[in-house]
T-cell receptor, first 120, second 113 residues
Framework: GAVVSQHPSWVICKSGTSVKIECRSLDFQATTMFWYRQFPKQSLMLMATSNEGSKATYEQGVEKDKFLINHASLTLSTLTVTSAHPEDSSFYIC????????????????FGAGSRLTVL | KNQVEQSPQSLIILEGKNCTLQCNYTVSPFSNLRWYKQDTGRGPVSLTI?????NTKSNGRYTATLDADTKQSSLHITASQLSDSASYIC????????????FGAGTTVTVRA
């Protein structure tokens, strides 16, 4: 249980294009979703937190107009990197927090497998 | 200052040996503490989650301990295998908002044959 699917797992795009990454909770309702980026050999850096149906809260230094986050349903959040540039190349990871559907009341926090973005 | 400090930053051990990773935190009020394993190029995978009242929890060869009084946790790996080579991340949640997370920088473990 508590599976998070992230897609695509890797993407290569040209500079100036936009890229959308999806994060889905498959067997639980994700009331909160988080988006991170991670550079090689560094720890996860939180970019933003989103609650279903409301605007995302961005961490300091993260451009909200560049990294568009949508959390329209309890099972789906998307991150769109707009007008991507080579410096946006990174590993992007989502995580979803919520309550298990198995009735156990368990509080879950599960990460997606990550999306490797390379901007040429 | 980071509210979650992990040590050591990295370590190398021989296959079959044991090791212990440390996580000290200042997050308050405390809700729970999670240990994750992150393989290179993959998302973190949950190993254990511990609440205030839990002192120890095992997941196979991984055993986590928690001392909520001293705000310390450890992750013990028994009989290490090559597949244990990864980054281990300690994540602490605040009780005021269970999804206000504080991340440790991680400990990189390398297991050598």
């Amino acid at each position: 249980g508590a599976v998070v699917s992230q897609h695509p797992s890797w993407v290569i795009c040209k500079s100036g294009t936009s890229v959308k990454i999806e994060c889905r909770s498959l067997d639980f309702q994700a009331t909160t979703m988080f988006w991170y980026r991670q550079f090689p050999k560094q720890s996860l850096m939180l970019m933003a937190t989103s609650n279903e149906g409301s605007k995302a809260t961005y961490e300091q230094g993260v451009e909200k107009d560049k990294f568009l986050i949508n959390h329209a349903s309890l099972t789906l959040s998307t991150l769109t990197v707009t007008s991507a540039h080579p410096e946006d190349s990174s590993f992007y990871i989502c995580s979803a927090g919520g309550w298990a559907w198995d009735g156990s009341g368990a509080n879950v926090l599960t990460f997606g497998a990550g999306s490797r973005l390379t901007v040429l | 200052k980071n509210q979650v400090e992990q040590s050591p930053q990295s370590l190398i051990i021989l296959e079959g040996k044991n090791c212990t990773l440390q996580c000290n935190y200042t997050v308050s009020p405390f809700s729970n503490l999670r240990w994750y394993k992150q393989d290179t190029g993959r998302g973190p995978v949950s190993l254990t989650i511990m609440t205030f009242s839990e002192n120890t929890k095992s997941n196979g060869r991984y055993t986590a301990t928690l001392d909520a009084d001293t705000k310390q946790s450890s992750l013990h790996i028994t009989a290490s295998q090559l597949s244990d080579s990864a980054s281990y991340i300690c994540v602490v949640s605040s009780r005021s908002n269970d999804y206000k997370l504080s991340f440790g920088a991680g400990t990189t473990v390398t297991v050598r044959a």
